[in-house]
Nanobody, 124 residues
Framework: QLQVVESGGASVQPGESLKLSCAASRFTLDYYVIAWFRQVPGKEREEVSCVSVSGDSTTYADSVKGRFTISRDNSKNAVWLQMDNLKAEDTAVYYC?????????????????WGQGTLVTVSS
């Protein structure tokens, strides 16, 4: 079963930054659209950001626009989520997901590869 692995979660104070990484060891991410989701217990999972196969197209949830940046380097088989000016409401488990069913983030509603998640806690 294909899987991606997230890393970089930590406990930080409001206003600080974190960079999450998403990597795959058993397959190449080159042909996959990659998205970051987050989930707080008791709440629905939220898509935070998405990047197309080429990396030329990205999407962001309104709640993170201007603060988060998604990027990918297919030569390193990795995707990152740079999170700046973190807020308490960003606290969640962050998941990386991948799909080969599309080349762009438009109209993607199914991701067949998921990671186990990494916890981000923002608290003073």
């Amino acid at each position: 079963q294909l899987q991606v692995v997230e890393s970089g979660g930590a406990s930080v104070q409001p206003g600080e930054s974190l960079k999450l990484s998403c990597a795959a060891s058993r397959f190449t991410l080159d042909y996959y659209v990659i998205a970051w989701f987050r989930q707080v217990p008791g709440k629905e999972r939220e898509e935070v950001s998405c990047v197309s196969v080429s990396g030329d197209s990205t999407t962001y949830a309104d709640s993170v626009k201007g603060r988060f940046t998604i990027s990918r380097d297919n030569s390193k088989n990795a995707v990152w989520l740079q999170m700046d000016n973190l807020k308490a409401e960003d606290t969640a488990v962050y998941y990386c997901a991948a799909t080969a069913l599309s080349e762009t983030c438009v109209s993607v509603n199914y991701f067949e590869v998921w990671g186990q998640g990494t916890l981000v806690t923002v608290s003073s």
